[in-house]
């Protein structure tokens, strides 16, 4: 499941023979989806197990537990690696994978430690799991999600002139844009998969927007803030890509002799690379902060698990309430915890 650490990513296949590019590591990816679902779910469910230990007053074990989830949530995206690597090939979300077990190890031994205020990080990952899991693991829910999806992209590729049609994808979902290998520039074509749908996004704000104590108005107007910027954000990304890659926008000769012979890329491969692994990645994640700032706008309260994920990630102390002049909005519990430090 995305978290803070993904970014959505579209997948290619070949117009003239379905799948994904890389097939002969697919069987093994896919033999490891029952293990990273299992590890996904027991981690979230062991989260929600610390929080009810938090609500019963039993701090130590409320910390215990969620430390251990976290160690749990860190194995999961280990298990996300191969996926990332050979099927999407995509270095940013490889990399982040990679960080993440070592981050949240960290994160559970800082819990271990004594640092209580992470648990307010530890509901805000429970509930992007909540958000995002039924998603990832019940079919009814992927296949209304990535074909609603589909739908719309299509829409948006109309809107600009080009109407390809969908079909089915490797999947079996109505995924696939339908482009005339014979007609396009690359002779390739794009399908919508889960991570396409910005659920991943829109967990992560759930999560946050849930976590905090605050008025359930402004909770309200910021979740329906960041949904539809997200929303709109993503599928004016699906429709660059979906065009970007059968059209050929980046097959410059100058770039296709770079990637193929530095990045190992094919040759009719390299805009849908440039498009999703290095523009869209890269916007994606100026998008994400841009949607915090403008969350953080309506509900301040954010700041609190935004500074624990600072300090996972420093070691240093932040105070965003002050730095932002926000701090009216503070948590009680985090006044109290400053000044017992």
């Given at each position: 499941m995305p978290s803070s650490f993904a970014v959505a990513g579209l997948a290619t296949d070949s117009s003239s023979t379905l799948g994904l590019d890389g097939v002969a590591v697919a069987p093994a990816v896919l033999a490891g989806v029952g293990l990273t679902d299992a590890l996904a779910w027991i981690s979230i469910g062991a989260f929600f197990v610390a929080l009810l230990a938090q609500w019963q007053g039993a701090g130590g074990a409320a910390r215990?537990?969620?430390?251990?989830?976290?160690?749990?949530?860190?194995?999961?995206?280990?298990?996300?690696?191969?996926?990332?690597?050979?099927?999407?090939?995509?270095?940013?979300?490889t990399l982040l994978?990679?960080?993440?077990?070592?981050?949240?190890?960290?994160?559970?031994?800082?819990?271990?430690?004594?640092?209580?205020?992470?648990l307010l990080l530890t509901k805000a990952v429970a509930l992007m799991g909540l958000i995002y899991l039924p998603a990832e693991t019940i079919p009814v829910f992927r296949e209304w999600l990535i074909e609603t999806t589909a739908v719309q992209t299509h829409y948006g590729m109309e809107l600009l002139g080009h109407s390809p049609g969908i079909n089915e994808g490797p999947d079996g979902y109505q995924s696939r844009f339908n482009f005339d290998p014979d007609e396009t520039v690359t002779g390739r074509t794009t399908y919508i998969v889960l991570t396409c749908t910005g659920i991943g996004s829109m967990a992560i704000f759930g999560g946050l927007i849930g976590a905090v104590s605050a008025p359930l108005?402004?909770?309200?107007?910021?979740?329906?803030?960041?949904?539809?910027?997200?929303?709109?954000?993503?599928?004016?990304?699906?429709?660059?890509i979906g065009l970007a890659s059968p059209w050929g926008w980046f097959q410059q000769d100058w770039l296709v002799s770079f990637m193929t012979t530095y990045m190992g890329a094919e040759a009719n491969r390299v805009s849908y690379l440039v498009a999703h692994n290095y523009i869209s990645q890269l916007l994606s994640v100026i998008a994400l902060i841009g949607i915090t700032y403008l969350v953080v706008r309506i509900l301040p309260e954010i700041l609190a698990p935004l500074e624990e994920v600072l300090y996972i990630l420093s070691g240093n102390e932040y105070d965003l309430f002050e730095a932002l002049g926000k701090e009216e909005y503070r948590p009680e519990s985090r006044v109290e915890t400053r000044a017992a430090d």
């Open positions: 215990r537990i969620g430390a251990a989830a976290w160690l749990l949530f860190g194995l999961f995206w280990l298990t996300m690696v191969p996926y990332y690597y050979y099927e999407i090939q995509s270095p940013l979300q994978s990679l960080a993440a077990l070592p981050l949240c190890a960290y994160t559970g031994y800082l819990l271990v430690g004594g640092r209580q205020s992470l108005k402004r909770k309200v107007v910021a979740l329906a803030a960041a949904i539809g910027v997200i929303w709109f954000l993503n599928l004016t990304r699906n429709v660059f």
